[in-house]
Each structure stands twice: as structure tokens, then as C-alpha cells.
T-cell receptor
């Protein structure tokens, strides 16, 4: 069964550094998402992406965050200047179309900011 | 915005017994309610979903019920097995806009006692 794959599985970075989290969505999917889960808290929506542009973003997704689909397969989340509170599991997801298609999640990237 | 509350936060049941997880949502416009299972170190996997035009849906040992009037929905797992141990998340979505975001509950850690 096709899967959403995320790399790396664990990323450690120093505060103020830029990080790029990478995702390869399922190949025929058109909608892409990033969610994050701070330890012990809810899974939170960050951003959705369709047709090479952001469809919706949450208040968490400020100017420090950006997303990009640099080629036909990758979907990246960039954090420009990491803060301690950015430490979380970041999950990429994709779905086939807009009408309540199930989201398929990757295994996540654990980001630790020191 | 939508808010999803989930209870209990932890649940321990004897193998073979049933487990019930309950969620409430705040936005009456929500019309799609998926349930996700998250095993340790993995991304969330959709296990069952229900739409607002249906009151109940069953898939083998898993069933979900929806009460639109009360804005409650529940997950029922019967004849529980050790592999059912995981964190379960309920979620709600309006589903009418492209890339509609899903709002998650806080999760229930289910443990199956042998």
C-alpha cells in the first residue's frame, strides 16, 4: 500500500537555526498537509497546500514557517529560525481529493530544538 | 473555531472486553468525523470514519456512532486484542472547502491487559 514518507525521523537543531522537514506524499494525491504534536498535547493543524499554493493555515503557521513543493514528489516544511517551543513531532499528510478523502499520515519527524 | 474534546485520556481494559472512547465537537457545521490510531513511533492511521448523514458505522470489531443533535460521537472496539493498544484520536472536519483542516481531539491511550 502506498505510504507517505518523511525524513529525517529525528532532527536535532540549535535555537535560531533553519530546518527543513521533508515529505514524499502518495503519488496520486493532490492535497498536502503539515500537522504538529507537542509532547503530551493535541495534534495541531499547521497548513494545507493544493495546486502549488497554501489553501489554509493556522495561527501557529507564522512568518517563520514556509512550505514548498520543489518538484513533483517532495513537500517540505521550513522553519527559518527555530525556537525551543518548535520542538514537536511534525506529521505530513496527503489526501486524494477535497471531499472528505481520508488523510494518510507519515510516521513523523521528531524535531528537538536545543 | 471548532473544538473537539475527547475522553477518557487513558483507558485500560481486559483483553476480550469492549472499549469505548467518546468525543464531543462544538461546530454544528462539522460533517466528517474520522478516527485515527497512532502506534508508538508511527504516524496516525485512519481506522474508521463517519459522515453526518449516518448515525452508525461498523467495520468488524470497530464501530462508530454519531449523535448530531448532541454533537457527540463515539468509538467502540469489541473483543479487544493486545494489538489494539495504541493512542486513538477522534477528529472533526467541515469538509466543504478544499483541503479542509481536521481538528483533532487530545487522544486516548488505550491499554489492553492480557
Amino acid at each position: 500500500e502506498p505510504e507517505v514518507t518523511q525524513t529525517p525521523s529525528h532532527q536535532v537543531t540549535q535555537m535560531g537555526q533553519e530546518v527543513i522537514l521533508r515529505c514524499v506524499p502518495i503519488s496520486n494525491h493532490l492535497y498536502f498537509y503539515w500537522y504538529r504534536q507537542i509532547l503530551g498535547q493535541k495534534v495541531e493543524f499547521l497548513v494545507s497546500f493544493y495546486n502549488n499554493e497554501i489553501s489554509e493555515k493556522s495561527e501557529i503557521f507564522d512568518d517563520q514557517f514556509s512550505v514548498e513543493r520543489p518538484d513533483g514528489s517532495n513537500f517540505t516544511l521550513k522553519i527559518r529560525s527555530t525556537k525551543l517551543e518548535d520542538s514537536a513531532m511534525y506529521f505530513c499528510a496527503s489526501s486524494e481529493n477535497q471531499r472528505n478523502s481520508p488523510l494518510h499520515f507519515g510516521n513523523g519527524t521528531r524535531l528537538t530544538v536545543t | 473555531g471548532e473544538n473537539v474534546e475527547q475522553h477518557p485520556s487513558t483507558l485500560s481494559v481486559q483483553e476480550g472486553d469492549s472499549a469505548v472512547i467518546k468525543c464531543t465537537y462544538s461546530d454544528s457545521a462539522s460533517n466528517y468525523f474520522p478516527w485515527y490510531k497512532q502506534e508508538l513511533g508511527k504516524g496516525s492511521q485512519l481506522i474508521i470514519d463517519i459522515r453526518s448523514n449516518v448515525g452508525e458505522k461498523k467495520d468488524q470489531r470497530i464501530a462508530v456512532t454519531l449523535n448530531k443533535t448532541a454533537k457527540h460521537f463515539s468509538l467502540h472496539i469489541t473483543e479487544t486484542q493486545p494489538e489494539d493498544s495504541a493512542v486513538y484520536f477522534c477528529a472533526a472536519s467541515k469538509g466543504y472547502s478544499s483541503a479542509s483542516k481536521i481538528i483533532f481531539g487530545s487522544g486516548t491511550r488505550l491499554s489492553i491487559r492480557p
